[in-house]
């Protein structure tokens, strides 16, 4: 008995410390929400995921485009001696000077006129993995969403279970005050003041446990949403008593079918897979380019007699390249790129089967927990109605010590098992509107 109140003195007492420190912030539920899909550093790497997929598109548009490359160049050559003729009787005339240093100024412009479809395929390749890194993005945002209504609804039940356990041992205090009453006038035995003194230590051992679970879901829920974890989050307690409208299975299971970002990005994916094939099929066709240079050089090779001058030329012309064996190179990327598309139609009916088992799961257990909120519900109210009879009836001496006991631990049961019907309806809730992707 000593042990547990001085365990109960220093629990307290460290949590009151703890609690000085801690800075309070009013957060609601979309709060919450904002605040997480700002600050979560998982869905930063989706973000930055999006947006290689978004240069990696860029690029592949850009090599449909023409191209303009510069080159430069100085070479030093050895002396030689000029090439010159000779005219009769004695006359030389120089043909080709001798010069040494040669400078080259060159603009290449190419513009590719047809490639076996190849860059239009990785242009589409590269906009369907884009469309689809945007949709992996919005399933990581939904996760975390349903991460952020967890979290916040597992402090919303450590709360209200603390608040039910303060008002357990208040009852169970008063209890005692009349116990000892009886037992000084000879009404009450050692044994029943014993049975209360023990039931009260129980329930401030719960009492603690109850803060350290407060300030533990706080933490987590600080965690998944990045705040600093000295800061105490207060968040809004009130549940809605309306009735929940919830429609027949189809109507989930369709939404799903249309909503869910697994499925848009394995689609995407699919259609991709077929760009792939189209890339790989590309090596069995022609290159053709259109190619054209602009020249500054000293000395132009086109120029002749050479001279030392800067003097410019240019050239257009139409390249192409054809690859007549390369030992199948071309049928087997071609075979690589279809089995991985079988693989990603595989894919796409495994998930379709996962999310429809996933919303009728999450569908069922919703119902479940529904109806477990109206029974607990009624629960309350008779723990709460047997709970007064029994307490008058023991004033009166008309009900055993024992009686009022099991009148306290059943409504504090009764308030435990509703507080978790109404966490554990809003937990479903959000897994269902995540399962459906929303």
């Not at 008995?1 to 420190?21: D, E, P």
């Not at 479940?368 to 909120?373: E, L, V």
Request: one cysteine or more; glycine letters at 4%; hydrophobic letters at 40%.
């Amino acid at each position: 008995m000593i042990l547990k109140r001085l365990y109960l003195v220093l629990t307290l007492t460290v949590l009151a410390l703890s609690g000085l420190a801690a800075q309070e912030k009013e957060l609601s539920l979309d709060e919450c929400i904002k605040i997480g899909l700002e600050k979560n550093t998982n869905l930063h790497s989706s973000k930055q995921k999006v947006l290689f997929a978004e240069y990696k598109l860029k690029e592949a548009n850009s090599q449909r485009l023409p191209s303009l490359k510069f080159n430069a160049g100085y070479t030093r050559l050895s002396s030689i001696d000029p090439f010159a003729i000779t005219i009769p009787p004695n006359y030389k005339v120089s043909i080709s000077p001798n010069i040494v240093d040669t400078y080259s100024l060159k603009l290449t412009l190419q513009q590719p006129l047809f490639t076996g479809f190849r860059l239009s395929g990785n242009s589409d390749l590269s906009e369907y993995n884009y469309q689809a890194s945007i949709q992996d993005l919005s399933k990581d945002q939904i996760e975390l969403v349903l991460n952020i209504k967890t979290a916040y609804w597992t402090l919303f039940k450590a709360i209200k279970i603390k608040e039910a356990i303060d008002k357990n041992v208040l009852q169970i205090q008063s209890h005692i005050q009349d116990i000892q009453n009886l037992f000084k006038q000879g009404m009450a035995t050692k044994n029943d003041l014993l049975k209360v003194q023990v039931q009260l230590s129980d329930a401030q051992i719960r009492q603690m446990d109850a803060v350290n679970n407060i300030r533990m879901a706080e933490l987590n829920l600080n965690n998944i949403i990045q705040l600093p974890l000295t800061i105490k989050p207060k968040i809004d307690q009130i549940v809605s008593k309306e009735t929940i409208d919830i429609k027949e299975i189809d109507y989930y299971t369709e939404a799903a079918e249309k909503t869910r970002p697994e499925l848009k990005a394995v689609d995407l994916r699919i259609k991709a897979g077929e760009s792939a094939i189209t890339v790989a099929k590309s090596g069995w066709y022609p290159q053709v380019f259109l190619v054209g240079n602009y020249n500054y050089s000293n000395p132009n090779q086109r120029i002749f007699p050479q001279q030392n001058k800067f003097k410019d030329t240019w050239d257009v012309g139409v390249n192409l390249s054809w690859d007549i064996w390369n030992w199948g190179t071309a049928s087997h990327q071609t075979g690589e790129a279809s089995a991985q598309l079988e693989q990603t139609k595989d894919q796409l009916k495994s998930t379709r089967d996962l999310i429809t088992l996933e919303v009728t799961q999450n569908y069922l257990t919703m119902l479940q927990n529904k109806d477990k909120i109206i029974a607990a519900q009624s629960s309350v109210e008779q723990a709460e109605e047997n709970y007064r009879l029994t307490a008058d009836k023991f004033k009166e001496g008309l009900a055993l010590n024992s009686d009022l006991l099991d009148a306290e631990t059943s409504l504090l049961q009764a308030n435990t098992n509703y507080i978790q019907s109404i966490a554990d309806f809003n937990i479903s809730k959000a897994k269902l509107e995540k399962a459906i992707g929303q």
